[in-house]
């Protein structure tokens, strides 16, 4: 099966960085849709089929406990599996993260694994191996 | 704030962002170990972000061109050559917001703090350091060939 996936975060460069870490983690992935912020996410949500979201918290215009929010009391978005993905590390911001139905929460920075681990609780196994990943001098190669 | 508790989380933030997520060797120098040696701040492209809260402020990170573009390059996993100028901004802005998120939740994670959304600095456009903040904290981040700074201006609420 794949999996359509939401990645909400006003930084392009961010967005790019977790799209690689989920292509080289083995999902079979059908589209990846990006949005820079909750009020477009909405948008995307209610034109698309989406099977997962990662969310930033802070963005212009709707934060990412806004979208989480609005998500869940949307009949049709409800059941959608929420990530927040944020450099939030407050006790009290979290546990409203989770309060309203986030489906997990990964803090800012994060490495490969933590999104992998993250994705293969909501998801299950990869279908395919994961890639390799180098650490060198030149970085980490997703 | 406490200044050495402030100091003490922004080393801890500086090391996990910039050796997890932008595989930096680095080496942290606070304000009483600094030698003659100073960041050169020509040719650097600073970043801003606003905080409010118990306590507000901002965390200003100035960063040499060089190495904002080879951090970009890393992060994104992309040839700095293939770089544009809005993956550099947009990386270091989002360096900030780690640091700066990080340095909060380490120094106290049962307060709650705004972050604001981060912006380049202009200095050409009078967007230098705030001069009416109660307190600072400086720290410089030398990289293997290269030194960065990272400031953070702040004002207990009363």
Same mark, same amino acid.
């Given at each position: 099966?794949?999996?359509?996936?939401?990645?909400?975060?006003?930084?392009?460069?961010?967005?790019?960085?977790?799209?690689?870490?989920?292509?080289?983690?083995?999902?079979?992935?059908?589209?990846?849709?990006? *949005?820079?912020?909750?009020?477009?996410?909405? *948008?995307?949500?209610?034109?698309?089929?989406?099977?997962?979201?990662?969310?930033?918290?802070?963005?212009?215009?709707?934060?990412?406990? %806004?979208?989480?929010?609005?998500?869940?009391?949307?009949?049709?978005?409800?059941?959608?599996?929420?990530?927040?993905?944020?450099?939030?590390?407050?006790?009290?911001?979290?546990?409203?993260?989770?309060?309203?139905?986030?489906?997990?929460?990964?803090?800012?920075?994060?490495?490969?694994?933590?999104?992998?681990?993250?994705?293969?609780?909501?998801?299950?196994?990869?279908?395919?191996?994961?890639?390799?990943?180098?650490?060198?001098?030149?970085?980490?190669?997703? | 704030?406490?200044?050495?508790?402030?100091?003490?989380?922004?080393?801890?933030?500086?090391?996990?962002?910039?050796?997890?997520?932008?595989?930096?060797? $680095?080496?942290?120098?606070? &304000? /009483?170990?600094?030698?003659? *040696?100073?960041p050169?701040?020509?040719?650097a492209i600073g970043v801003?972000?606003?905080?409010?809260?118990?306590?507000? =402020?901002?965390?200003?990170l100035m960063v040499p061109s060089i190495l904002a573009h080879?951090s970009?390059?890393?992060?994104?996993? $992309?040839?700095?050559?293939?770089?544009?100028?809005?993956?550099v901004?947009?990386t270091l802005?989002?360096m900030v917001?780690?640091?700066? =998120?990080?340095?909060? /939740?380490?120094?106290?994670?049962?307060?709650?703090?705004? %972050?604001?959304?981060?912006?380049?600095?202009?200095?050409?456009?009078?967007?230098?350091?705030?001069?009416?903040?109660? =307190?600072?904290? *400086? %720290?410089?981040i030398?990289? %293997?060939?290269n030194r960065m700074s990272l400031?953070?201006?702040? &004002?207990?609420?009363?």
């Amino acid at each position: 099966m794949a999996y359509n996936i939401l990645i909400v975060d006003d930084s392009t460069p961010m967005r790019a960085v977790i799209k690689k870490v989920i292509r080289a983690s083995g999902f079979d992935i059908g589209t990846f849709f990006e *949005s820079a912020n909750g009020a477009e996410a909405l *948008s995307t949500l209610d034109e698309n089929w989406l099977d997962l979201v990662l969310t930033d918290y802070n963005m212009p215009d709707m934060d990412g406990l %806004l979208l989480l929010k609005k998500m869940k009391a949307d009949d049709c978005m409800k059941t959608i599996p929420v990530v927040m993905v944020t450099t939030e590390g407050s006790h009290e911001r979290v546990d409203d993260f989770l309060a309203h139905g986030a489906a997990a929460y990964i803090r800012k920075p994060f490495t490969p694994e933590a999104i992998r681990q993250t994705l293969n609780n909501l998801l299950g196994e990869p279908e395919n191996e994961p890639d390799s990943v180098d650490e060198g001098d030149e970085g980490l190669d997703f | 704030m406490n200044p050495i508790l402030l100091t003490k989380a922004m080393k801890a933030s500086i090391s996990e962002v910039l050796e997890t997520m932008f595989f930096m060797v $680095i080496d942290v120098v606070s &304000e /009483s170990e600094k030698k003659e *040696s100073v960041p050169d701040s020509s040719h650097a492209i600073g970043v801003v972000l606003d905080f409010g809260g118990p306590a507000c =402020g901002c965390f200003r990170l100035m960063v040499p061109s060089i190495l904002a573009h080879e951090s970009t390059a890393d992060f994104l996993g $992309i040839d700095i050559d293939a770089l544009a100028r809005d993956d550099v901004c947009g990386t270091l802005m989002e360096m900030v917001n780690m640091l700066a =998120g990080n340095t909060l /939740s380490h120094y106290d994670a049962d307060l709650v703090f705004d %972050l604001s959304v981060p912006r380049m600095i202009d200095e050409e456009a009078g967007d230098r350091s705030p001069s009416g903040q109660a =307190g600072y904290c *400086s %720290l410089d981040i030398q990289t %293997l060939a290269n030194r960065m700074s990272l400031v953070v201006n702040y &004002e207990d609420k009363v």
